[in-house]
């Protein structure tokens, strides 16, 4: 229950749509406390599993965010079946969820940044990537080339889509490649990984960011821990693939809570786009050495 | 002893029978002329694997793929390259056993080759951790590719691995960063690449060493995002529906060709690469030195362009009528 439904007097009818428990601490906490405070648990912090749309409100100005590429769907190349035809559960999805696939894409403004941002959507057939996701982040990354503004990318997602095959590893390969453009522009790509990221998702683009920031308590990984605990038959540490184990490791660079990270990006992006970008002028210039400098020790 | 595959059953007997008429005809003479007799089961042998062998569906040939008899990497390098000088360890403290790389001969021209190794022997297998790459593998890979660059060399690399490896230290050494890095690197590096799925191709595990100019299949070889079992017990919540899953995930040379997702399918000896690793080679070698002769003439700053256009290009999407 949303804050304007408290105002206009919508009244829940179940105990279960005002209270809910914390997955971690089990503390029972009100709908709208919970929605008034991010989505993060008052006492033990942990990050509930934010909605897409959600998430594009809490990181961009207000009104300033112009969504593309809204349209795309998947064609099902593959013609994929397996209990249920792959079409239909897509179908069913697009009418619950209203959007056509796992990531909302578009163009926005950050505390008067402009910025790309793509965002996955966990509700979405559990944010996997098929064709349309990687397509629409590949086009992210050429809109922010092409306008020269740099890019935010939101994953939540378990990884590659099976029922789109190997279109969707390929989106793997479409993806990073398109960000190597990136790179070459010098243009920021900042990667925010959220629980969970995992599989192809981590093993592309989300790991290529020129800086990775989560959010606490996000399960990050390549293999699943099921898989990991049947391969080595043995439990797994507490906290492993955790954000903040990641840190630990020396795979991500900081671990970011919720209410903090449009802050932090901005002051981040600040600072990376605050080289000069032109060339100095003239007088400015070192002089060239005429003479080789005398040889140094080593 | 040779490993019987289900649907290679037939074949099997049939040749059991032609071995033993030989050998009867050769101890004695008392057997007559049977070469007539003989000349004509070889020759329905040869149309049943021809039948058997064009038929194969996605499971068959995942089994065909993993086949233990099937040439693997080393036996490529053996059969094509002379002069292979392996070099090892991505230089951050990793081995890499899963993944060989060296130089090499093709022809008069060096190159370098890279490929999982999955292992013959037990002991091999287990060194090689069956061909799953640690992040080390990967990193060990980008390195000798990243020297092929600087020393203009061609880039030559065989894909044939159920996965990258899931494990405890492979993620607290970044199994997804060193995935993902080889993508990113591979796709601007200015030689030529040519990638060769030779068996199995699992997953970001295969894809790691897998962007390049030309990605060639083998004709009884599987690429795919999940392996039957696991698409399997995850769709189908049973890990029996294998045949089911190989089907539905489209993972066999043909539907990639179509796909366009690969360029070309070499075609291996009737009944299978394992049944004969040199003639396989043979083809692989003939394969290779088309596609490297060709990307020769290819400068490499359009090198670099068509590669990205070629990925670019990849994914099926459709505008939804909004």
């Known amino acids: ?298 | 002893m040779v490993q019987i595959l289900e649907f290679e059953r037939e074949i099997f007997a049939l040749e059991t029978q032609i071995h033993d008429l030989v050998s009867l005809s050769n101890m004695y003479d008392s057997v007559g002329d049977i070469t007539d007799e003989i000349t004509k089961l070889k020759k329905k042998l040869r149309r049943m694997k021809h039948d058997v062998y064009s038929n194969l569906k996605g499971w068959d040939k995942t089994l065909v793929a993993r086949h233990p008899d099937r040439p693997h990497m080393l036996d490529y390098i053996k059969n094509i390259f002379s002069d292979f000088y392996e070099l090892h360890g991505d230089r951050h403290g990793g081995y890499g056993p899963s993944i060989v790389a060296g130089l090499a001969k093709f022809g008069d021209q060096s190159v370098m080759v890279v490929g999982h190794q999955k292992g013959r022997e037990m002991e091999e297998k287990i060194a090689r951790n069956f061909g799953m790459s640690q992040p080390s593998g990967y990193r060990k890979a980008l390195r000798l590719m990243r020297m092929a660059e600087k020393f203009s060399m061609p880039v030559i690399t065989f894909i044939d691995t159920p996965g990258a490896y899931p494990g405890v230290d492979a993620e607290e050494k970044g199994q997804s960063e060193a995935i993902a890095t080889n993508m990113f690197s591979m796709i601007q590096m200015r030689v030529p690449i040519i990638c060769v799925v030779i068996g199995e191709g699992g997953s970001g595990g295969a894809l790691a060493i897998g962007v390049g100019d030309r990605i060639l299949m083998l004709e009884h070889s599987v690429y795919s995002v999940i392996s039957p079992e696991g698409c399997a017990s995850i769709l189908w919540e049973d890990k029996n529906k294998t045949g089911q899953a190989a089907d539905a995930l489209c993972l066999t040379a043909n539907h990639l060709l179509k796909f366009e997702v690969i360029d070309q399918i070499v075609r291996e000896p009737l009944g299978g690469a394992h049944r004969n690793h040199k003639q396989a080679a043979i083809r692989l070698k003939k394969a290779l030195r088309t596609n490297l002769a060709e990307l020769r003439e290819i400068r490499p700053d359009e090198l670099v362009r068509l590669r990205e256009e070629k990925f670019r290009k990849m994914g099926e999407v459709v505008e939804a009528s909004a």
């Open chain 1, 1 to 298: 229950m949303s804050w304007l439904d408290k105002i206009i007097g919508k009244k829940p009818t179940k105990d279960e749509d005002l209270w809910v428990s914390c997955k971690k601490c089990k503390e029972q906490i009100y709908v709208s406390e919970l929605e008034d405070n991010l989505k993060v648990c008052p006492k033990c912090e942990y990050h509930f599993r934010l909605d897409a749309r959600q998430r594009i409100q809490m990181l961009i100005d207000p009104e300033s965010f112009i969504e593309h590429d809204q349209n795309l769907t998947s064609p099902d190349p593959l013609k994929f079946k397996d209990t249920k035809k792959y079409k239909e559960r897509m179908r069913a999805t697009i009418k619950k969820n209203q959007t056509n696939d796992a990531i909302i894409a578009g163009s926005g403004v950050m505390e008067g940044i402009s910025v790309e941002l793509a965002v996955f959507d966990f509700s979405f057939m559990g944010g996997s990537m098929g064709s349309v996701v990687g397509e629409k982040i590949t086009r992210s990354i050429e809109r922010a080339i092409e306008n020269h503004v740099p890019i935010i990318i939101v994953s939540c997602s378990g990884g590659a889509r099976m029922q789109e095959g190997i279109f969707s590893l390929m989106q793997m390969a479409k993806t990073s490649s398109a960000l190597q453009k990136l790179s070459e522009k010098k243009i920021p790509y900042i990667s925010i990984l959220t629980d969970p990221t995992m599989g192809g998702v981590s093993a592309s683009f989300s790991m290529l960011g020129d800086i990775i920031l989560a959010e606490p308590g996000a399960l990050i990984g390549f293999a699943g821990p099921r898989v990991i605990e049947q391969t080595i038959k043995q439990k797994l540490p507490k906290g492993f693939q955790r954000a903040e184990f990641q840190l630990e490791h020396g795979l991500i660079d900081d671990v970011v809570h919720r209410k903090d990270m449009k802050s932090t990006l901005v002051r981040l992006l600040n600072m990376l786009q605050n080289t000069p970008q032109e060339e100095p002028k003239e007088e400015e210039k070192i002089p060239k050495l005429t003479n080789p400098p005398e040889v140094l020790g080593a």
